[in-house]
């Protein structure tokens, strides 16, 4: 006689009011988010038709070498990101976790994105982790001055810029024949480095972007300020958002929180893409699509109806 008894499903769940019940039931849950948290705001990540921002390989302008070299190109590269980033507003996956941190004073979110729309959307500082800094945040190359969310567009007037062709950052330049020139030392800077912004405090120093560049380490408080968190006890959920977590430290932190009982819930456009999470199982949830439009809706029962 055949068996009638249900198979139990083992794999994730897409049900939002089965996730909202263990929402509703968390006290500690950490958001680990990424680009596709923005997507919705319409910005580009500079990694898309080979990461380039004219003619320039935009990972190499991201780096304290690059800032040596010329600081005036790299300026123009973070100020025009600046200029795209406040013409970008956050969307309503930004508010819901917003609203998500007012209700929930146990939860906190990781993100790695610079772009500033978390801060714009006026998530509590305490509970926003910038794992690789923010456009907006200042900071002089020497000494250990900071300015936090500086919105200015420009930072300065000579660092204006409203597009890529802008005649300051020549084709010439970056042409196969003129690359070896643009390496050389002896070779002019795009803007002098007398006429670009000044540390206040040192008064020697350039000011840069306060991103984390390739080569620099992590944010050592924010890497403490996690680490403190997830030692502090028992995790109930980890929202892995917008992002496959493939680079470390970030990709730790799935395994971190499930080893301290978390549940997974994934929210991304591929849900083919699981990248440091390896696998979802029984217990734990798959959102396919804009974060933007998940997010109020399965936040709904701790954050209500989302207002704009």
Same mark, same amino acid.
């Given at each position: 006689?055949?068996?009638?008894?249900?198979?139990?499903?083992?794999?994730?769940?897409?049900?939002?009011?089965?996730?909202?019940?263990?929402?509703?039931?968390?006290?500690?849950?950490?958001?680990?988010?990424?680009?596709? %948290?923005?997507?919705?705001?319409?910005?580009?990540? $500079?990694?898309?038709?080979?990461?380039?921002?004219?003619?320039?390989?935009?990972?190499?302008?991201?780096?304290?070498?690059?800032?040596?070299?010329?600081?005036?190109?790299?300026? %123009?590269?973070?100020?025009?990101?600046?200029?795209?980033?406040?013409?970008?507003?956050?969307?309503?996956? @930004?508010?819901? =976790?917003?609203?998500?941190?007012?209700?929930?004073? +146990?939860?906190?979110?990781?993100?790695?994105?610079?772009?500033? *729309?978390?801060?714009?959307?006026? @998530?509590?500082?305490?509970?926003?982790?910038? *794992? @690789?800094?923010?456009?907006?945040?200042?900071?002089?190359?020497?000494?250990?001055? #900071?300015?936090?969310?500086?919105?200015?567009?420009?930072?300065?007037?000579?660092?204006?810029?409203?597009?890529?062709?802008?005649?300051? /950052?020549?084709?010439?330049?970056?042409?196969?024949?003129?690359?070896?020139?643009?390496?050389?030392?002896?070779?002019?800077?795009?803007?002098?480095?007398?006429?670009?912004? @000044?540390?206040?405090?040192?008064?020697? +120093?350039?000011?840069?972007?306060?991103? #984390?560049? $390739? +080569?620099?380490? =992590?944010?050592?408080?924010? /890497?403490?300020?996690?680490?403190?968190?997830?030692?502090?006890?028992?995790?109930?959920?980890?929202?892995?958002?917008?992002?496959?977590?493939? #680079?470390?430290?970030?990709?730790?932190?799935?395994?971190?929180?499930?080893?301290?009982?978390?549940?997974?819930?994934?929210?991304?456009?591929?849900?083919?893409? *699981?990248?440091?999470?390896?696998?979802?199982?029984?217990?734990?949830? =798959?959102?396919?699509?804009?974060?933007?439009?998940?997010?109020?809706?399965? =936040?709904?029962? #701790?954050?209500?109806?989302?207002?704009?």
């Amino acid at each position: 006689m055949a068996s009638t008894t249900a198979a139990v499903p083992s794999g994730p769940s897409s049900d939002v009011e089965e996730f909202g019940r263990l929402l509703k039931s968390s006290k500690r849950v950490l958001a680990l988010c990424g680009a596709g %948290l923005s997507a919705s705001s319409g910005l580009d990540t $500079f990694r898309g038709a080979g990461g380039m921002w004219r003619n320039h390989q935009a990972a190499t302008l991201a780096t304290p070498e690059a800032f040596e070299r010329d600081p005036g190109l790299v300026w %123009l590269f973070y100020s025009y990101r600046r200029h795209k980033a406040l013409q970008a507003s956050p969307n309503a996956g @930004h508010y819901a =976790l917003v609203e998500l941190s007012k209700k929930m004073p +146990g939860f906190i979110t990781l993100t790695q994105n610079v772009d500033g *729309l978390s801060q714009r959307a006026n @998530h509590p500082r305490e509970q926003l982790k910038l *794992l @690789h800094g923010s456009l907006f945040d200042i900071k002089c190359f020497n000494c250990t001055y #900071v300015q936090q969310n500086n919105y200015d567009d420009p930072l300065d007037p000579i660092l204006a810029i409203d597009s890529p062709s802008d005649d300051r /950052l020549a084709t010439s330049k970056t042409s196969i024949a003129a690359r070896a020139a643009y390496l050389d030392p002896a070779t002019p800077p795009t803007i002098a480095p007398a006429d670009l912004p @000044h540390c206040p405090s040192c008064k020697t +120093g350039l000011l840069r972007p306060g991103v #984390v560049w $390739f +080569g620099e380490e =992590l944010p050592a408080d924010t /890497l403490r300020e996690v680490q403190t968190f997830i030692d502090q006890g028992p995790i109930d959920l980890i929202m892995v958002i917008g992002t496959t977590a493939t #680079v470390y430290p970030a990709a730790g932190y799935v395994a971190r929180a499930r080893a301290k009982g978390a549940k997974v819930a994934l929210v991304n456009m591929d849900a083919g893409e *699981l990248g440091a999470i390896g696998s979802l199982n029984k217990g734990d949830f =798959l959102f396919e699509g804009d974060a933007a439009k998940i997010l109020p809706e399965i =936040l709904k029962p #701790v954050i209500g109806e989302l207002k704009l």
